[in-house]
């Protein structure tokens, strides 16, 4: 199942499915500043939250102390964060998820959703499940979220293997455009660029890449080609570049504005996109896309209207690999309709079950809704319980 950007605002008028949720309102349990909420769990020792959205940044939560916050903390005290359907886990602290199960009857055989089953299936009448489910922390396998570079899809560079001696592979070519402009338009600015030559063996390393920028009619200026050089010294090195500018920016500096970063290891070197909650950089710039381009000169050394809005389609933002994302709790229904789901955008959670594993203690997790007890769209409820103390392991 696809994970889908909802820029518009979701209204609800679900059935039983929308916005329930088992235990204490979850509004009770929240508050807009970053101290300890009234945190309190049912008979059963569940705790039911719902992520309450600030802007459009992350929610962040703590599962010991319940807290929550509207922006990350600085002491990294936080271990799991949520923004509409992405839920994500606090790598910075080792923690880690694995994914337990998927209830029956929601798909089925071939796959296909069960619309019966998500539009009638709530938080209650999944309850009973959630608390019989058994969790063998031995035999689960707990993974770290990684962030993947969507550029690294195909490699830049020929036989891998002699690394660092490998040659340049010149077919290889790459697209890479700014953020959506007033027009909501990704392609008002972009490159297409491969990388030419390299030098990993020498003391001053260095790596060269070429490119051509799109004009205003979104044609690549093949008659302008520009280049840009990395150098560096020792073992790895992480720089950025604006594509505006084409200028080399200093990564880390807070009001940088850089669209790729070029980030090498004695092992490889992969090309990373300008975008929020990245572990390599934290002040980045939203919304950079990029894509592979096959065939010769990149594919497409001429991009019309009709032709970049093909384009478009491939074009991706790095992303985090998350088990929350690898085993998608929800199913969002777009416009399909049936007679239990009517027309309009529609996002009911499957009800899958994951582990959280923290430095204390292992939880399990249920996402329960896109909605929050008073139905309110980007609130995702969910609820966790402890399974496993491991303070004394």
Known sequence: MKNVLLFSILSCSLLSGCGQSGGDSAGDLLNDSPTAPD????????????????????????????EQWPNEPTDQDWHMKILGTNVLLNVDSNVSGA???????FYDEDGKEVDYTFATETAQSQEESFLATTIDSKNLKFQRD???????????????????????????????????NN?????????????????????????????????????????????????WSGESTSQ????????????NE??????????????????????PDSTIAKNTITGVLGTYLPGHQGGYPNITESQDTKLSSFLRQDKM???FGSHSWYWYTGSYTSEYIKAGIRIFSNFSLYAVKT????????VLSYFNAENQPAHPTFRYQKVADLKDE
């Open 359 to 366: 430095e204390n203690a292992i939880y399990k997790v249920q």
């Open 99 to 105: 994914f337990i199960m998927q209830p029956d009857g």
């Open 146 to 180: 990684q962030l993947e570079p969507i550029l690294s899809t195909h490699y830049w560079q020929n036989n891998l293997e002699q690394y660092p001696n490998a040659s340049v592979n010149p077919d290889h070519w790459f697209m890479v455009t700014t953020p959506l």
């Open 183 to 231: 027009s909501g338009n990704h392609s008002d600015y972009g490159i297409k660029f491969h990388v030419s030559e390299f030098d990993f063996i020498s003391a001053d390393k260095s790596l060269t890449i070429e490119g051509y920028h799109t004009l205003e009619d979104k044609n690549f200026d093949h008659s302008n080609i520009k280049e840009i050089t990395f150098n």
């Open 254 to 275: 807070a009001d940088a504005i850089w669209h790729i970063q070029m980030k090498a290891t004695p092992e490889r070197a992969d090309f990373w996109l300008g975008r």
């Open 39 to 66: 945190h309190k769990a049912d008979e059963n020792g569940v705790y039911t939250v719902s992520a309450k959205p600030q802007g459009e940044d992350f929610v962040y939560f703590n599962f010991e102390t319940g």
């Open 240 to 251: 950025c570049v604006n594509i505006q500018t084409w200028q080399i920016v200093d990564c």
């Open 321 to 323: 690999k998350s088990v």
